[in-house]
């Protein structure tokens, strides 16, 4: 179903440009032709059959989308990582799901090849006959507690999410891709709608440098997780009045940029606020990675604070407990190893529908937590309050059964003007607020395993990383 997705915006606009890299254009023909050499080589030299597993380890690239599709050509399963993880980790996917083949751009010592030994200059017809009940990716989640498990998605699973999406895309239209394509929002979300959609991809090649590189390419569609955006909105918060009354869409993301699509994680009001107040459409959704990963989109100018409606096929249900829960055709076949999932899925967050069908967060099932005194603590709410604060670039909220909140923060302030801000701050109870705090030298990052590609808090790690220094501020 993809591989056919792709082939039907090859012979619509043969010409049209799918992939930037540097100055490097690729147009769809040529990326077919790339697929192809791939797919020739995976049959010939592989003897890669349906069901297989191909484990693909790299950042965005021409290169890595073309493997992709070959896979899907050849029937196999997409398993597709994020760079710079542990050896450890690479270690318990292989022992979770035994690929037949490891693809990766670096030296891992895990049994890999490398990128430029694996393509020929040989074409092969496709072998693909996918049914849409087929997987067609093996996507592990992030790890925030326990060891990652595979998600099993299907060719139905991902072009439902597609088709299900605005039609924001015009032939031509181009995004800059800094999110990686092994997390599922990247990979369906841009990867996919954009081939849909016979649009462009510009390669992101320095994400500490990404406001040059929006103004130098002036996409017109940017797919991105919250943290960044608010990070753009606090440099803007930091500028002094006069300046900030200038600012306008241009300094920041190029004179072309429409649409913003925001995933991952939840977003502020203010940041959602501040890029409409820039002239820009807003499009924050809500799903995981066992939703393909689309399960509500919110298009309105209105109910801030909300992650939308359910899209189209998908009903969201409030269990007694405030659990949210899904069903449709987006929901995963199950974890690989173990039985297929049926029925509405348990996403672990919490949450409510208002009158109109819109659908608020309020928090994650398994972080929530008791403090001694039996009061509840949604550590995500209090960690997204105190983020408010420009200077503040990180926050981990502790207090599983102890008297008060701790907090390790990374920020540029110095602890005395932090606790002023917290023990000030008329959003946060004074139960909610922290009563000591540490702050930590190096900030939480994928490199020291402290967050998840998509940048979520590993709570299970931090709290064990920095159990010493958090003993100490309740001795």
Request: proline share 4%; hydrophobic share 35%; aromatic share 10%.
């Amino acid at each position: 179903m993809l591989f056919k997705m792709l082939t039907n915006s090859v012979n619509k606009f043969p010409n049209n440009i799918i992939f930037k890299e540097k100055t490097k254009l690729l147009n769809y023909e040529n990326f077919m032709k790339k697929v192809l050499m791939y797919n020739y080589s995976l049959i010939n030299d592989y003897n890669i059959k349906k069901n297989d597993r191909i484990m693909i380890i790299t950042n965005n690239s021409s290169d890595s989308a073309a493997l992709k599709y070959s896979i899907m050509a050849s029937n196999g399963i997409i398993v597709p990582l994020y760079p710079n993880q542990s050896k450890e980790y690479y270690r318990q996917i292989i022992h979770n799901c035994n690929p037949k083949l490891i693809v990766s751009s670096q030296m891992l010592n895990i049994g890999e090849i490398h990128f430029d030994k694996l393509i020929h200059n040989h074409t092969l017809e496709p072998l693909y006959k996918n049914n849409d009940d087929d997987i067609v990716a093996l996507m592990y989640t992030s790890g925030t507690s326990g060891n990652p498990k595979g998600v099993k998605l299907t060719h139905s699973n991902i072009f439902g999410n597609i088709t299900s999406m605005p039609a924001l895309v015009k032939p031509g239209d181009s995004s800059l891709s800094f999110l990686p394509w092994s997390h599922c929002f990247g990979f369906t979300c841009e990867l996919n709608y954009m081939i849909y959609k016979n649009g462009t991809m510009v390669i992101c090649q320095d994400i500490k440098n990404i406001i040059n590189e929006l103004k130098l390419n002036n996409p017109e569609h940017l797919f991105s997780v919250p943290q960044l955006l608010i990070k753009i909105e606090n440099k803007v918060l930091e500028l002094p009045f006069y300046k900030r009354f200038f600012i306008n869409k241009k300094h920041i993301f190029g004179n072309s940029l429409k649409n913003i699509a925001i995933g991952g994680s939840s977003t502020p009001i203010s940041t959602i606020k501040f890029l409409r107040n820039l002239d820009i459409n807003v499009f924050n959704g809500y799903g995981l990675t066992e939703t393909s990963p689309l399960a509500t989109l919110n298009t309105s100018n209105s109910n801030y604070g909300s992650v939308g409606k359910p899209i189209k096929n998908v009903t969201i249900n409030i269990l007694d407990d405030s659990e949210i829960t899904i069903s449709g055709p987006n929901v995963m076949k199950g974890y690989w190893g173990e039985d297929e999932h049926k029925g509405q899925f348990k996403t672990g967050d919490i949450g409510y529908l208002d009158d109109d069908g819109y659908l608020y967060i309020t928090g994650r099932k398994n972080e929530t937590y008791k403090l001694s005194n039996g009061k509840f603590i949604n550590p995500t709410k209090i960690q997204d309050i105190l983020l408010k604060n420009p200077k503040i670039e990180q926050v981990f909220i502790y207090g599983l059964n102890k008297e008060y909140n701790i907090a390790l923060i990374y920020s540029k302030l110095d602890e005395k003007k932090i606790m002023n801000y917290i023990s000030n701050h008329k959003e946060l109870t004074n139960f909610e607020k922290p009563k000591k705090i540490i702050k930590i030298n190096e900030p939480f990052s994928v490199e020291n395993n402290l967050l998840t590609p998509k940048l979520s808090l590993k709570r299970n790690l931090i709290s064990t990383e920095y159990a010493n220094e958090i003993n100490k501020l309740y001795s």
